[in-house]
C-alpha cells in the first residue's frame, strides 16, 4: 500500500504561482509513476502532469510551459510547480501513483490517490 498526502493548494490571483507537494509513505520501493490531475465539479478528472520512474516527464497541452513535474526521491515527494496560474486552472488537484516502469494514459489505471488540496486562482 501506498499513502499519498497533498499539500500547497491555495488562492492566487491570475498571474501567481503556487508549488503542491505529494508526500508518498508506505510501500513506496520499486519504479513507479508519479502523477498530478485535477477535476472541477461536473468534470471528468483530467492529467495534468506524470513522471516515470525513468524521470521522463509529460504534460497536458493546456499546462505545457507553465507548469513543472519533479520528485525528490530521497523524501519520496511530488512536486508541481505552478506559474502564469489561469481561473481555468481552478480545481482539485490530485497526486497518483502507479506501480511500474511507464505512466498510464487514464486515470482509472492507477491504483493509489490522495485526497487532494484545492487550487482557485481568481481572476
Known amino acids: 500500500q501506498v499513502r499519498l498526502v497533498e499539500s500547497g493548494g491555495g488562492s492566487v490571483q491570475t498571474g501567481g504561482s503556487l508549488t503542491l507537494s505529494c508526500a508518498a509513505s508506505?510501500?513506496?520501493?520499486?519504479?513507479?509513476?508519479m502523477s498530478w490531475f485535477r477535476q472541477v465539479p461536473g468534470k471528468e478528472r483530467e492529467g495534468v502532469a506524470a513522471?516515470?520512474?525513468?524521470?521522463?516527464?509529460s504534460y497536458a497541452d493546456s499546462v505545457k510551459g507553465r507548469f513543472t513535474i519533479s520528485q525528490d526521491v530521497a523524501k519520496n515527494t511530488l512536486y508541481l510547480q505552478m506559474n502564469s496560474l489561469k481561473p481555468e486552472d481552478t480545481a482539485l488537484y490530485y497526486c497518483?501513483?502507479?506501480?511500474?516502469?511507464?505512466?498510464?494514459?487514464?486515470?482509472?489505471?492507477?491504483?493509489?490517490w490522495g485526497q487532494g488540496t484545492q487550487v482557485t486562482v481568481s481572476s
Open positions: 513522471i516515470d520512474s525513468a524521470g521522463s516527464t
Open positions: 497518483a501513483a502507479e506501480r511500474g516502469t511507464y505512466c498510464p494514459a487514464l486515470p482509472r489505471d492507477f491504483t493509489y
Open positions: 508506505g510501500s513506496t520501493y520499486g519504479s513507479y509513476c
